[in-house]
């Protein structure tokens, strides 16, 4: 069956347009616990994350939870518990979310947005020929973070007391300036590109902790936070961060696409090499459109000094009209949940230099 056959392919495809730059070989990764955390400030990547929510916390044949009244309520639902589970184990969360997109990230939109109406039809043709599992895959592919979703998931923030950032253009850059301000300790994102931003350190799988199940595969694998950090990567590699720039854009990233047959190996053997990335397209002939721009949006991206950072109690009757009454939440959960946030974890104190 053509649908069943490429479902995972194109899948995948998505996958890798919605994480930036594909540098993963290179980077120095480590398994830690969620305990390990406890706190920590952690600018956490709010599209990135509500997109995972979105993908992952769906019905067997890939549609999305909904109230009575058919509005997604997948985001609300991850947002929420998974929130509690930050709070509880010692977190203090800040969201920060997107704003208005680099003009040189309009390809590789317009390529996203093409994925996911591709997904969308084969997830209906799927879903009628009774598919359930090549459905699932391209439902999730076909996940989009739309303005009422962001919109509530602010709103779903400030009842819960748990504060937010609007970046004005990547929230990823922000929230590495955060970090460079000393307002934050990390970042959690699924994707590379904090590092670019120049964040010293990532956290991923923080919120896709626990079993998932392997694409295509009838085997599940537990997924753990893990964290990567620059100083360490760049010493391993022996680069610094403008050079892991000029590597990230070989390999390609949200504003260009990579050489070709050039990946993360290959790339860091020529800014090796040759020292930049000019020198190294200089001596091969070779031209990438808009360079100096790209590293520009790197190097000195558009961030903002205008946030103020402050956690308060949840509040705990909008909760409760926001989840129950209006979206049909089950008034126990939510109360339960409500007192984990209020409640959060007074175990483990582990500091940043523990880590290592």
């Given at each position: 069956m053509k649908v069943r056959i490429n479902a995972l392919r194109e899948s995948s495809i998505y996958s890798r347009e919605n994480m930036g730059t594909n540098i993963s070989d290179l980077l120095q990764k480590r398994k830690i616990e969620l305990s390990s955390l406890s706190n920590q400030v952690i600018a956490i990547d709010a599209f990135n994350t509500l997109h995972q929510f979105l993908s992952n916390i769906r019905q067997r044949d890939g549609s999305p939870l909904v109230d009575s009244g058919g509005r997604i309520t997948s985001h609300i639902s991850g947002l929420l518990y998974r929130t509690a589970n930050f709070v509880e184990a010692g977190i203090k969360p800040i969201f920060v979310f997107d704003g208005k997109p680099p003009e040189l990230k309009s390809e590789t939109l317009s390529r996203r947005k093409e994925v996911r109406e591709s997904a969308r039809?084969?997830?209906?043709?799927?879903?009628?020929?009774?598919?359930?599992?090549?459905?699932?895959?391209?439902?999730?592919?076909?996940?989009?973070?739309?303005?009422?979703?962001?919109?509530?998931?602010?709103?779903?923030?400030?009842?819960?007391?748990i504060p937010f950032v609007q970046?004005?253009?990547?929230?990823?850059?922000?929230?590495?300036?955060?970090?460079?301000?000393?307002?934050?300790?990390?970042?959690?994102?699924?994707?590379y590109d904090s590092l670019l931003f120049g964040a010293q350190i990532i956290i991923r799988n923080l919120a896709v902790t626990g079993k998932r199940k392997l694409p295509g595969k009838d085997v599940y694998v537990n997924v753990e936070p893990e964290i990567i950090e620059l100083e360490e990567t760049l010493f391993n590699l022996g680069i610094n961060r403008e050079q892991l720039i000029d590597i990230a854009i070989c390999v390609g990233t949200d504003y260009n696409k990579g050489l070709k047959k050039v990946g993360p190996k290959t790339a860091l053997m020529l800014i090796k090499k040759y020292g930049s990335?000019?020198?190294?397209?200089?001596?091969?002939?070779?031209?990438?459109?808009?360079?100096d721009s790209i590293r520009?949006?790197?190097?000195?991206?558009?961030?903002?000094?205008?946030?103020?950072?402050?956690?308060?109690?949840?509040?705990?009757?909008?909760?409760?009209?926001?989840?129950?009454e209006n979206h049909g939440f089950s008034v126990e959960r939510i109360e339960k949940a409500v007192e984990r946030l209020k409640t959060g974890s007074t175990t483990s104190q582990k500091t940043l230099e523990q880590w290592f």
């Open positions: 039809e084969k997830w209906e043709i799927a879903k009628a020929e009774g598919d359930l599992e090549t459905a699932y895959k391209y439902a999730q592919a076909s996940s989009r973070v739309k303005p009422e979703i962001v919109e509530d998931s602010k709103y779903l923030l400030n009842i819960m007391g970046a004005p253009s990547e929230g990823e850059a922000q929230a590495a300036h955060m970090i460079l301000k000393k307002d934050a300790n990390c970042i959690a994102s699924q994707d990335i000019h020198a190294m397209l200089r001596e091969r002939e070779l031209e990438i459109k808009a360079l520009e949006l790197f190097i000195h991206p558009e961030v903002t000094d205008d946030y103020k950072i402050k956690w308060r109690k949840p509040d705990s009757e909008k909760l409760i009209e926001f989840l129950c």
